[in-house]
């Protein structure tokens, strides 16, 4: 499986401590249309699902997060001169938090079905430059998403919604789920071996696969094989959560619902959120229904995470320059002193050096070619250094 170059629990999940006049408006609103069904296509290209929605009859680009509550563009509250209800502190997946406006949105519409008076956040989606190259002006939250049934077909790249519950596939696999009482973020439990791992977020907002805290790796996978990668790799709408060590793990038996998965990778971090994300739910058709509390998964691929390759460090963008994000602990990398935060002049000589024209490419594609050896030059105390990487197993 494709490892993912920047995790973003798109970090587009927001959370917070709320009162009850905050809860009261997340859970307003209602669908005008009595009886419906409705399908739109999505936007997959940076792993997250990205629709179309019309508010005012202007269309804009809106995420569609099961992780989080409704948010809405500071820019486009602005324009709409929405009246604040209230505010409060709101915390991304990396801990990091602003306080923000409450508002309800007074219709906002999915193709022919409009949702009224929706509980919203109003929030800056431009304040995280990985954040801003999805070019979004708003989230689908989860409070919204309750008010129907939801089923996403990732390989059509379809998402299906509709009054009525889809009925389950004959070969669908269950999870049961309880909604997080202020944002209905569905929440799942996951056992590890034999750990139990409670609170988990579904979370169609990130691109990660099954990421938990670091408190919740269990004693007794002494006998697993692991690797520790140092740095960031993941973001939140606030910024990059501060530098970590990443458990990487490869847990012998995984039971999630009625699914039994064997040999597969989990992450485990500080500064993160817990959550399920498109890496895996990408290889089904998901069927969301929260008057029952149920997700159905109907397999279209074969989820498989076993095997971890590379060249031992991880890129990010930052100012317009490429600069190492994180490196993998024993790896090649980290025998050179290659460390975060240091600048990448070239690869296999291609310059990085201010002369990237699409910056946002190398925040969700690597910039290593599909070579098993490669050349790069940083820049370290203000001279260019140059080694040689080789691919590497490293789970």
């Not at 009246?83 to 502190?89: M, N, P």
Request: glycine residues 6%; charged residues 25%.
């Amino acid at each position: 499986m494709k490892q993912k170059i920047l995790a973003i629990i798109l970090g587009l999940s927001l959370f917070y401590s709320c009162g009850l006049k905050t809860r009261s408006i997340l859970h307003s609103g209602y669908v005008e249309n009595e009886q419906f069904s409705d399908t739109i296509s999505f936007d997959y290209t940076y792993g997250v699902p990205i629709v179309n929605v019309k508010i005012d009859e202007e269309e804009y680009r809106f995420l569609f997060d099961t992780g989080a509550p409704t948010v809405i563009d500071i820019s486009l509250a602005e324009k709409m001169k929405y009246h604040t209800l209230t505010e409060k502190k709101v915390f991304d997946s990396q801990g990091n938090r602003e306080k923000e406006k409450f508002i309800k949105i007074p219709s906002l519409q999915i193709n022919s079905i409009s949702f009224v008076n929706i509980g919203a956040v109003i929030s800056n989606m431009n304040q995280t430059f990985e954040i801003s190259c999805l070019e979004i002006d708003g989230i689908i939250g989860a409070n919204l998403m309750e008010k129907a049934h939801w089923k996403i077909d990732y390989k059509k790249r379809e998402l299906y919604f509709s009054s009525k519950p889809f009925p389950k596939p004959i070969n669908a696999y269950t999870l049961d789920f309880y909604p997080q009482k202020n944002q209905r973020t569905p929440k799942v439990a996951i056992k590890l071996d034999a750990k139990t791992v409670k609170n988990i977020s579904v979370d169609t907002g990130s691109n990660g696969a099954i990421d938990l805290e670091s408190k919740d790796f269990p004693d007794i996978l002494n006998n697993t094989k692991d690797i520790f990668v140092y740095g960031t790799a993941s973001t939140g709408v606030y910024g990059r959560g501060e530098n970590d060590i990443k458990t990487l793990s490869k847990i012998k038996n995984i039971t999630l619902g009625n699914i039994v998965f064997h040999n597969q990778i989990v992450s485990f971090e500080t500064n993160t959120s817990k959550t399920i994300g498109n890496q895996f739910l990408e290889n089904y058709s998901v069927i969301f229904n929260w008057d029952e509390k149920k997700i159905y998964l109907s397999p279209i691929s074969t989820y498989d995470y076993k095997n971890i390759q590379g060249f031992g460090f991880y890129t990010k963008m930052e100012n317009g320059k490429l600069k190492v994000a994180s490196v993998i602990e024993n790896s090649l990398a980290d025998e050179f002193g290659i460390r975060p935060e240091m600048e990448i002049i070239s690869i296999n000589n291609q310059t990085f050096e201010n002369t990237i024209q699409n910056p946002c490419f190398y925040v969700f594609h690597t910039p290593f070619p599909k070579t098993n050896e490669i050349k790069v030059s940083f820049l370290i105390q203000n001279q260019k250094q140059t080694f040689t990487f080789y691919r590497q197993d490293f789970l």
